[in-house]
């Protein structure tokens, strides 16, 4: 059996679930850090049951990723947990939390520099967070992986999107500078572009159904992205094979971004 963990923050729905899925099929034991309510506890915990079935060692914790205190204490938790010799070989950051507000509209809320700054810590910041943490305590295994999501709005204007802009823009610089200052360290720093995927994350952006028939009349390949198509490409960044792919930011999305 395996040494080595895959920790998801962010991980009970979405691409965050699908990659720890495909990890436990291959072996990694995995750690889901999520922020859900009660009412949606029961449909999770029949996700999480499929990836204990794969014969890996499963921790779920509900709470507050964000927060500093919380975060040092799962990590104590965290760390009381693994079994000696165990060490996390993967973070993947899948945490998306933030405002949609439009920056101008006739009547209701506008985003604000408020919105923006919490955006940007939850999608962006928090990259940095887990990883120094973790770097820290001394978590990571040799050759970690550490891996996030960004989209194609990352360069695109989009309606109602500027502050997750804001902070896809900084994660993928943060990617990119993490991966050149940590290197001595052994730890690789890669994000994914995946193309439009129908998430409960896509479906909070307004005018969702329109992104989806945009991005399907774009695609090459005549279909959108599924969690599954991403959490395959994370599989391959956590690879031997992958060992020289760091700092940089991977298209996963079929060929949609090619016009």
């Known amino acids: 059996m395996k040494k080595e963990w895959a920790l998801i923050l962010g991980g009970s729905n979405g691409l965050g679930l699908a990659t720890a899925k495909k990890l436990a099929k291959h072996g990694y034991h995995i750690i889901i850090v999520h922020r859900d309510r009660r009412t949606a506890l029961a449909a999770i915990e029949k996700e999480f049951e499929e990836i204990k079935a794969t014969g890996v060692l499963f921790n779920a914790y509900n ?54 700054k919490i955006t940007f810590d939850a999608m962006a910041l928090s990259l940095y967070d887990w990883t120094k943490t973790l770097m820290n305590a001394q978590l990571f295994s040799n050759d970690s992986r550490v891996i996030s999501f960004t989209s194609e709005g990352n360069t695109r204007a989009l309606p109602n999107y500027g502050a997750v802009s804001v902070a896809k823009v ?16 052994g730890i690789k720093v890669n994000c994914v572009q995946a193309g439009v995927t129908q998430t409960k994350s896509l479906e909070m952006i307004p005018g969702y159904e329109k992104l989806m028939a945009h991005a399907l009349a774009r695609n090459p390949n005549s279909r959108l992205t599924t969690p599954e198509d991403v959490a395959n490409a994370v599989y391959l960044l956590t690879m031997e094979e992958a060992k020289w792919i760091t700092g ?6 079929g060929g949609e971004s090619l016009r």
């Open 63 to 116: 709470a507050d990723a964000l927060h500093p205190q919380k975060r040092e204490e799962l990590l104590h938790g965290i760390s009381e947990n693994l079994p000696v010799g165990h060490k996390v070989k993967v973070l993947v950051h899948s945490i998306a939390k933030g405002s949609l507000k439009p920056m101008y509209a006739k009547d209701g809320a506008t985003l604000s520099d408020q919105d923006i």
């Open 170 to 185: 900084a994660l993928e610089a943060l990617t990119r500078n993490m991966a050149l200052e940590f290197a001595p360290i």
């Open 248 to 253: 940089t930011v991977i298209k996963v999305d």
